[in-house]
């Protein structure tokens, strides 16, 4: 087995040996403008062949960023089509591309590679652990009145069917609006320019028929939209909603819940600290359901992850790390005050120990240290410093990813 690096020359043979792994029929590449691979950069792609060249696997990296708690913005790997044919798994392919892949991730100087996986089963061994997570939000209208206490935001709402807008207008307002929440919230990737303009991806991105509830200041500036549809039974389904404060967002959830010809807002992917049934006079009036995994964080440069993102506690811990994929280990101080921490090499006795794709899970705030420590995975040498290492770990706001890839 053999894996190289590919150039666009290689997009079809590419799409076709990773739609085979996956059991897809697709469109053609050839016309593949909108679809999710129109946006895939051929130069981060990697195919995995026998020695007679046939391909045999398929794994690329999207160049993205992702926002660190404290609005830290870094570049990252979003990996995406890792696939095997049927005919040759179980033989370690897989695994020689994600090693392969991960070794040039470090060497763009990376310090993270993300991924959203089919199977929670894979990835946990390549190193990447689960580390934000979203859930379902039904609200029957009915139940849907707001408690006094909040008024609504500034601004107005205007709604814009997506087909009457020209897509270049239409385009450039979504990814403003988008590139403004994603840079301040934990968790958010960033999504090229390429993506709107090609319309890969999921809708709002791509170009499926939408509504959007576009939500704009008092100068005028969109600062939030929903991207939704409505079906003749009456349910108004929510894609996304974007916006650059919690006001905005609340505008918005009372645009769609005062729908007309309504009976149910279903919000398809919401973080799981989402405020709207304590906003609500009917607590009850919020079903959740479908909660997952969503964003998956495999951290490459320890010390340099610890030092990038901001932190809300002073405190001081001893981290011994594991990383068996790549057969690393690293023991470190980690100093924290005023919202920055250095992190050093030591021998002294660790507080914690673990494994680098539990880091990944607790790294963004959005999985507490005491959860691993209490599932058995996160070693804590003395009981004082599980909670230490919780209120050191907690983000200002839970991470939160949205994009699709
Ligand atoms: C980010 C993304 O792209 S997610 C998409 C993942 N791809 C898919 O779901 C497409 C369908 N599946 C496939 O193409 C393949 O089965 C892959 C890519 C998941 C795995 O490829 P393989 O070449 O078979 O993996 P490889 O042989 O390196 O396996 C490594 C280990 O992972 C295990 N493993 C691999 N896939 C799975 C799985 N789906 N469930 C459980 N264990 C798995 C193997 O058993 C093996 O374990 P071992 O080391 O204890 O023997």
């Known amino acids: 087995m053999q894996i190289r690096p590919t150039t666009e020359q290689d997009l079809t043979v590419f799409v076709d040996t990773m739609h085979a792994a996956f059991g897809r029929f697709p469109e053609g590449p050839a016309d593949s403008e909108g679809m999710w691979w129109s946006a895939l950069e051929m130069d981060r792609a990697l195919l995995a062949t026998t020695e007679q060249g046939a391909p045999i696997g398929t794994a690329a990296a999207y160049s993205f960023e992702l926002t660190l708690p404290g609005e830290v913005v870094v570049p990252v790997?979003?990996?995406?089509?890792?696939?095997?044919?049927?005919?040759?798994?179980?033989?370690?392919?897989?695994?020689?591309?994600?090693?392969?892949?991960?070794?040039?991730?470090?060497?763009?100087?990376?310090?993270?590679?993300?991924?959203?996986?089919?199977?929670?089963?894979?990835?946990?061994?390549?190193?990447?652990?689960?580390?934000?997570?979203?859930?379902?939000?039904?609200?029957?209208?009915?139940?849907?009145?707001?408690?006094?206490?909040?008024?609504?935001?500034?601004?107005?709402?205007?709604?814009?069917?997506?087909?009457?807008?020209?897509?270049?207008?239409?385009?450039?307002?979504?990814e403003a609006v988008y590139d403004r929440y994603r840079r301040a919230q934990p968790?958010?990737?960033?999504?090229?320019?390429?993506?709107?303009?090609?319309?890969?991806?999921?809708?709002?991105?791509?170009?499926?028929?939408?509504?959007?509830?576009?939500?704009?200041?008092?100068?005028?500036?969109?600062?939030?939209?929903?991207?939704?549809?409505?079906?003749?039974?009456?349910?108004?389904?929510?894609?996304?909603?974007?916006?650059?404060?919690?006001?905005?967002?609340?505008a918005l959830a009372r645009f769609v819940l005062d729908h007309?010809?309504?009976?149910?807002?279903?919000?398809?992917?919401v973080p799981l600290d989402h405020p709207l049934r304590w906003q609500l006079e009917d607590f009850r009036g919020v079903q959740l359901g479908d909660d997952g995994d969503?964003?998956?964080?495999?951290?490459?440069?320890?010390?340099?992850?610890?030092?990038?993102?901001?932190?809300?506690?002073?405190?001081?811990?001893?981290?011994?790390?594991?990383?068996?994929?790549?057969?690393e280990h690293g023991r470190h101080l980690l100093t924290v005050r005023d919202g920055t921490a250095d992190c050093v090499p030591t021998d002294r006795a660790p507080d914690l120990s673990l494994d680098v794709r539990d880091l990944g899970s607790i790294y963004l705030g959005g999985t507490a240290p005491s959860t691993l420590v209490r599932a058995g995975h996160v070693q804590a040498h003395h009981p004082g410093v599980v909670a230490l290492a919780d209120s050191l770990f907690r983000s200002n706001r839970a991470p939160h990813c949205l994009h699709w890839f």
Not at 210 to 236: F, I, K, M
Request: glycine share 10%.
């Open 260 to 269: 007309d010809l309504v009976t149910q807002v279903v919000f398809k992917q």
């Open 77 to 174: 790997a979003g990996v995406t089509t890792v696939g095997v044919l049927p005919t040759h798994r179980r033989q370690g392919v897989a695994s020689a591309m994600m090693r392969h892949q991960l070794t040039e991730v470090r060497a763009r100087g990376e310090l993270a590679a993300v991924l959203l996986c089919t199977d929670a089963r894979i990835y946990g061994r390549f190193g990447y652990g689960p580390a934000t997570y979203m859930q379902r939000m039904t609200v029957q209208r009915h139940q849907a009145a707001f408690r006094p206490a909040h008024g609504p935001a500034a601004g107005s709402i205007e709604v814009l069917p997506i087909e009457v807008l020209r897509r270049a207008e239409g385009g450039e307002v979504l």
């Open 294 to 327: 969503w964003l998956w964080v495999r951290l490459l440069d320890v010390p340099r992850a610890l030092t990038t993102r901001r932190w809300w506690a002073d405190g001081e811990l001893v981290l011994d790390v594991v990383d068996p994929f790549l057969g």
């Open 187 to 250: 968790g958010a990737l960033s999504r090229p320019h390429r993506w709107w303009a090609v319309g890969a991806g999921q809708p709002p991105v791509s170009r499926a028929p939408r509504y959007l509830a576009v939500h704009r200041d008092d100068a005028g500036v969109p600062d939030g939209y929903a991207s939704y549809t409505v079906t003749e039974s009456g349910t108004l389904t929510v894609d996304e909603t974007i916006a650059t404060d919690d006001a905005v967002a609340t």
